[in-house]
T-cell receptor, first 116, second 111 residues
Framework: GAGVSQTPSNKVTEKGKYVELRCDPISGHTALYWYRQSLGQGPEFLIYFQGTGAADDSGLPNDRFFAVRPEGSVSTLKIQRTERGDSAMYLC??????????????FGPGTRLTVL | GNSVTQMEGPVTLSEEAFLTINCTYTATGYPSLFWYVQYPGEGLQLLLKATKADDKGSNKGFEATYRKETTSFHLEKGSVQVSDSAVYFC??????????FGDGTTLTVKP
């Protein structure tokens, strides 16, 4: 596709449930990032993939959060036992080079997660 | 750790006014600096960037200069338009591209 796509665009779930959020990066982009954005704040880094491996997962808040990218393209962010505090916009971004500091990251439209 | 502090909003200007949105940062190493914009109902998109000290990024009439001595990257535009109404985010990126964002500044331009 032309840009980064994320599905679903909105997800409403109940406390304690499991959710999966999907990101489809720009074709050929090797680096993929997940961010979380709460209302009125900037995006906060969660995890970065270079190819299939997680190069930096230091932003994942706890072990309920996990992400995979098995074939080096599509990535899935998985949240177990969701809590109301997990409600936020989840953003995915990709970049074409090897995750350097000068790279432009292209963002998807996000998935808005609401935990009731 | 790394951090970005940007001018709190909201900012309301009349069309053709001069815009400045302040941004300062704290970082280890030598970061690249970015301004992203989020128009109503749309995703984040890169507005401009600068990758080393004294570089000036520019796009769509917006400019920002990487000032290492003051650790700043202020966004400016000489004459804003109604279509510039959006949320603006300052960000920095260090090795491996992990980005740190400010909290955003909402700009409203009135005709």
């Amino acid at each position: 596709g032309a840009g980064v796509s994320q599905t679903p665009s909105n997800k409403v779930t109940e406390k304690g449930k499991y959710v999966e959020l999907r990101c489809d990066p720009i074709s050929g982009h090797t680096a993929l990032y997940w961010y979380r954005q709460s209302l009125g704040q900037g995006p906060e880094f969660l995890i970065y993939f270079q190819g299939t491996g997680a190069a930096d997962d230091s932003g994942l808040p706890n072990d309920r959060f996990f992400a995979v990218r098995p074939e080096g393209s599509v990535s899935t962010l998985k949240i177990q036992r969701t809590e109301r505090g997990d409600s936020a916009m989840y953003l995915c971004a990709s970049s074409s080079v090897a995750g350097g500091s000068t790279d432009t990251q292209y963002f998807g439209p996000g998935t808005r997660l609401t935990v009731l | 750790g790394n951090s970005v502090t940007q001018m709190e909003g909201p900012v309301t200007l009349s069309e053709e006014a001069f815009l400045t949105i302040n941004c300062t940062y704290t970082a280890t190493g030598y970061p690249s600096l970015f301004w992203y914009v989020q128009y109503p109902g749309e995703g984040l998109q890169l507005l401009l960037k600068a990758t080393k000290a004294d570089d000036k990024g520019s796009n769509k009439g917006f400019e920002a200069t990487y000032r290492k001595e003051t650790t700043s990257f202020h966004l400016e535009k000489g004459s804003v338009q109604v279509s510039d109404s959006a949320v603006y985010f300052c960000a920095l990126s260090t090795n491996a591209g992990k980005s740190t964002f400010g909290d955003g500044t909402t700009l409203t331009v009135k005709p």
